[in-house]
């Protein structure tokens, strides 16, 4: 099929309630107010051109063109996804970050915006992350002045493993930066909340795959062979098991297979097999003790067996752990827009989010932002009917920019 340009799609836009509208400051409430629609309109214009890590060029030219439009000069990464873009002057620097990059799911939702590409979706909220840093660095374009620089951070490939936020990094977007701040979207929450928490807020998550060898041969006679499927049995059940006598039970480490590949016959003993998952924890300490562990793990459970072996352990992202003050300026904003019940705490979830790369140098914090309705079937992420109530757009827009200029001030 014919993939479709951002530019090839015609306007799709919507009213959308401004739920923090007349809370100020006045430039931003007059850039809200002209340009809202136009908020919801870039999230479903991505939503339905949505693109797979690391090939984001479409979503990276649109944005790259709304910032140009608005006078500004974003710099591309040389990879040709993901960008950076400086708004203001002065040594003090902050920064807001979104993630460009969709998933490998088909969209089953019925949206008029749903995506036009075939197995690929918005499934995680990216299009919506990606609408509200543009949407807040436009709106600090437009403020009298600055206390200082807002860069904005749209990074690529969140959703692989090792992520986008490295190349970022690498290529320079946090040299200069003394804060950073990023919101992800939460159904769970309802729109016009935001959950913060001060400390851990995701988990380390790394990917495993180990790939077994054997001669094989025939299932009346495993003794004269080594019996690959029975050995991926046991690392199947006995891993994880032995790795919860290896770490402090308080961790949050949690080893789950998601994918087993091995034979085909019913009567012979298979050469090759291959068995992948996920390791997290909710402990940094831990998280740089687990390879060790593990490898000493699959070593025995597999030595009385006679399979080869070759483990890939694919470290990941370490936790994302929110600093106090950075936490509170998020909290502060929801609340300066929508009063005190806008802003609550939140629970550790063991699910992994790159934006922890971007902490490992300075303080910074991710919220959650709700997106949910109130009513209905909760449209969970990572699922093919995820959707938000895209009134969380615009109260987006203002938490991410009151805390940018809070953190310029602080």
Known sequence: MTLLDARDLPP????????????????????LSAHADDVVAWRRTLHAVPE??????RTTALVARQLMAAGLEPRTLPGGTGLVC???FGETCVAL???????????????????????VMHACGHDA?????LGAGLALASAPALPGRVRLIFQPAEEQQPGGALDMV???????????FALHCDPRLEVGRLGTRVGPITSACDL?????TSPGGHTARPHLTADLVEALGLLITQLPLLLTRQVDPRSGTVLVWGAVEAGEAANAIPQHGVLRGTLRTADHATWGELEDKVRALVAAVLAPTGVGYVLDHVRGVPPVVNDAASAGMLADAAVSVLG????????????GEDVAGYLEPVPGALARLGGGPGHGPMRDIHQPTFDLDERALPFGVRVLTQAALAALTD
């Open 12 to 31: 799709i836009t919507a009213a959308v309630p401004d739920l923090g509208a007349g809370t100020g400051p006045g430039w931003l409430d007059g850039w």
């Open 52 to 57: 797979l890590g690391r090939a984001e060029h």
């Open 86 to 88: 400086d708004i203001g």
């Open 97 to 119: 970050r979104a993630d460009l990059d969709a998933l490998p799911l088909q969209e089953d939702t019925g949206l008029p915006f749903a995506s036009t590409v075939d197995g």
């Open 129 to 133: 992350h990606t609408a509200m840093v």
């Open 170 to 180: 690498a290529d320079g977007a946090m040299e200069g930066v003394q804060r950073i």
């Open 208 to 212: 495993l795959e180990i790939r077994l």
């Open 340 to 351: 005190p019940d806008a802003a609550g705490g939140t629970e550790q979830s063991s699910g």
